[in-house]
C-alpha cells in the first residue's frame, strides 16, 4: 500500500529538490494575489497554497503537477464572502470575517463533490474534450497570466495625459519613470539567464538561477524596487508581512450562529461549492492532460480528483483557501527537471518554511525576477503552432480553438471549456446527422430494400425519414442496418415511426440486421413488431444507449 501511494516519489533527487525551491518562490505571490482577489487574508491564500500543495503532491494522480491557489476559484468565492461579511456585520451581535468562516465550510462540501467524482470514476471524461478545447484553453490560459503580470509593474504615470494632447507630454511621462524600465531590465535578464542558461547547463534550474541573481543585483545594490514583501503589504488592509505560524484547526466554523446563518443561506453555499468543485476539477484535469503530453506519461484523473477533494476538506478544516492545479507552477516545475512527487512535496513545505523562519528573507526577492519566470512561462504555455495550423484545420475546429481562447480571458476557464466542449460537440452531431445514406435496389421478387449506411441518432433522424417514399414503394419493403447503427431513443422512435407508416399503408415491411437491445425495444412497444424484425445469424452486436420507450404505437 506504502509502496503504491508513493510510487514515482523521485525519478533524480537533486532536480526535484531545486525545481521544487523554484516552484515555490513563484508561489508566493500568486498564492497572496489570488488571496486579496478573493478579499481574504494573504496568509489565508498561503495556507491554502501549502495545504493543497503537500496532499496532491503525494497522493494526486500526477506526480510533478503543483496545485494551490488559484484566481478561477478566487473569483468565485468573492461573492459568498462579500455576502457572508455583510450578514456578519447585520447580526444582533456582529461576526468578524464571517464570509471567511463561510468559505471554510463551503470547502468541505467542495472536497466531498470532488471526492464523489474521483469515486465514481468521472475524471475519465476529461479524455472526451477536442483537442481544439485543449490548444484554446492553453493559449487562453498563457494570455490570462501575462496579463496579471503586467498588473504588477508601477504606473507610467500617463494615466492622466489625453493622446490628443501634447505628445510630448505623454513621452516625457513614460521615459521619466525610472522604476518602470528598471523592473522591465530586471525581468529581461531574468528571461535571459532563463534561456541562455539551459544551453551551458542544466545542473540547476534556470528559473532558481535566474531568482537568485536578480534578487542578489536588486539585494546589494540597495535599489528601490517592488519585492514580495512590499507587494503583500500594499495589498493588505493590516499591513501584514508573509510572517504567520502553522494553520489551526478552525472550531469557529462549527459554533451555533455560523451554522444557523449558513442554513439560512444554504443555497449560496451549495450552488458555490459546485461551481467552485467544477472549477477546481476542469482546471486540474486540463493541467494533467497537458502534464501528460509534456512528459509523454500518463496520470490517473480519479486519483487526482479525491487528492483535490481531500486537500479541500483540509482547508476547510484548518483555515485554507483551496485551490486545484496551477498551470503555470505545474509547468515551471516540470521544465526546471521536477518529475517526481518529491517535487511538489518540497514546493510545500518551503512554502511553510518561508512562512515560519524564512519570511524576513523571501519578502527581499524582487517582484521582477518572479514575473520574468512567469513571461517565460508563458512563452512555453502558449502553443505557438496554432498560429501555423489555423488554416490548414476544418473551418469549425478554427472557431473552436479561438472562441475558447477568447472566452478563457473574457470569462474563466470552466466557462470556456464547457463552451468548447458543447461547441465541438454539436459541429460533431451535425456531421454525423448529413451523413447517413440509404442504397436502394429491388430485389428480383419485387422487394425494395433500403441499405442504410451511417449513425441513425437524433440529429439524423430528419435525414432518415426524407430516405423513404411510403406512397410509391411497391408493397414488399426491406429496411437493412447492417452498415447502420441505431444509437439512441430517437433512433428507435424513428424506425418505429417508419416502419408503422408502411403497416398502416398495408404494406409488408421487415428490418433485417438489427442489434437485440434494438429488438427488444421495439417488441415491447408493440408485439407485432414480432412480424417486422427478422432475425438473422450476422445481426450485429452493438448496445444501444436508451432504456425507455414509449408503450404506445
Known amino acids: 500500500m506504502i509502496q503504491r501511494i508513493f510510487k514515482n516519489f523521485t525519478f533524480n533527487p537533486k532536480d526535484d529538490i531545486l525545481s521544487g525551491l523554484t516552484v515555490a518562490l513563484a508561489l508566493v505571490p500568486e498564492a497572496v494575489a489570488f488571496a486579496f482577489v478573493a478579499e481574504i487574508p494573504p496568509l489565508v491564500g498561503l495556507y491554502g497554497a501549502f495545504m493543497m500543495g503537500i496532499i496532491t503532491a503525494l497522493f494526486g494522480g500526477r506526480p510533478g503537477m503543483i496545485s494551490g491557489a488559484t484566481g478561477a476559484m478566487a473569483v468565485v468565492m468573492v461573492h459568498m464572502i462579500q455576502k457572508g461579511n455583510e450578514v456578519g456585520d447585520a447580526l444582533a451581535t456582529p461576526i468578524e470575517n464571517l464570509g471567511l468562516q463561510w468559505l471554510f465550510i463551503t470547502l468541505l462540501f467542495v472536497g466531498a463533490i470532488q471526492i464523489t467524482a474521483g469515486i465514481f470514476r468521472l475524471g475519465k471524461f476529461v479524455r472526451l474534450i477536442p483537442h481544439p478545447v485543449m490548444m484554446g484553453f492553453v493559449n487562453g490560459l498563457a494570455i490570462v497570466i501575462f496579463l496579471s503580470q503586467l498588473k504588477l509593474f508601477p504606473s507610467l504615470g500617463t494615466e492622466n495625459i489625453s493622446f490628443t494632447g501634447a505628445t510630448g507630454d505623454w513621452f516625457s511621462a513614460l521615459f521619466s519613470n525610472g522604476t518602470f524600465w528598471i523592473m522591465l531590465g530586471f525581468v529581461a535578464l531574468t528571461m535571459a539567464i532563463m534561456y541562455f542558461l539551459p544551453k551551458i547547463t542544466k545542473a540547476v534550474p534556470a528559473a532558481l538561477v535566474a531568482i537568485v541573481v536578480v534578487a542578489a543585483i536588486v539585494i546589494f545594490g540597495d535599489l528601490d524596487m517592488s519585492t514580495v514583501g512590499s507587494f503583500i503589504r500594499e495589498g493588505s488592509s493590516d499591513g501584514a508581512g508573509l510572517e504567520g505560524g502553522l494553520p489551526t484547526f478552525q472550531f469557529q466554523i462549527f459554533d451555533s450562529v455560523v451554522l444557523d446563518t449558513i442554513i439560512a443561506n444554504k443555497w449560496l453555499i451549495l450552488s458555490t461549492a459546485s461551481i467552485l468543485a467544477a472549477v477546481g476539477l476542469i482546471e486540474s484535469l486540463m493541467t494533467l492532460n497537458l502534464i501528460d503530453d509534456m512528459t509523454e506519461t500518463r496520470g490517473s484523473g480519479n486519483r487526482e480528483c479525491v487528492a483535490q477533494g481531500s486537500a479541500n476538506i483540509l482547508n476547510g478544516l484548518f483555515g485554507g483557501m483551496g485551490g486545484c492545479a496551477m498551470i503555470g507552477q505545474s509547468i515551471i516545475n516540470v521544465n526546471s527537471g521536477g518529475r517526481g512527487r518529491l517535487s511538489g512535496a518540497v514546493a510545500a513545505v518551503a512554502l511553510l518554511c518561508f512562512i515560519l523562519f524564512g519570511a524576513p528573507l523571501i519578502e527581499q526577492i524582487p517582484i521582477a525576477a518572479l514575473v ?182
Not at 508563458?378 to 477568447?406: C, E, H, Q
Not at 440509404?438 to 430494400?449: I, L, N, P, S, Y
Not at 437493412?480 to 433512433?491: A, Q, T, Y
Open 372 to 553: 520574468g519566470v512567469m513571461f517565460m512561462v508563458v512563452i512555453g504555455t502558449f502553443a505557438w503552432s496554432s498560429f501555423r495550423i489555423l488554416n490548414k484545420i476544418p473551418l469549425a475546429d478554427a472557431f473552436v480553438l479561438i472562441a475558447v481562447s477568447a472566452i478563457t480571458v473574457w470569462q474563466d476557464l470552466a466557462v470556456a471549456v464547457i463552451a468548447g466542449v458543447i461547441m465541438s460537440a454539436l459541429v460533431f452531431a451535425w456531421k454525423n446527422a448529413t451523413m447517413i445514406r440509404a442504397r436502394k435496389r429491388t430485389k428480383e421478387d419485387g422487394t425494395k430494400v433500403y441499405e442504410i449506411w451511417g449513425p441513425l441518432f437524433f440529429g439524423s433522424i430528419q435525414n432518415f425519414n426524407s430516405k423513404f417514399d411510403v406512397k410509391n414503394d411497391p408493397d414488399k419493403i426491406e429496411i437493412d442496418f447492417i452498415e447502420s447503427r441505431v444509437n439512441d431513443h430517437s433512433g428507435i422512435e424513428a424506425l418505429r415511426g417508419i416502419a408503422n407508416k408502411y403497416l398502416d399503408a398495408g404494406k409488408q415491411v421487415k428490418l433485417t440486421h438489427l442489434s437485440p437491445e434494438c429488438k427488444a425495444l421495439l417488441l415491447k412497444a408493440n408485439p407485432k413488431f414480432d412480424e417486422v424484425i427478422e432475425t438473422a445469424v450476422d445481426d450485429p452486436r452493438y448496445h444501444v444507449v436508451t432504456d425507455l420507450l414509449d408503450t404506445e404505437v
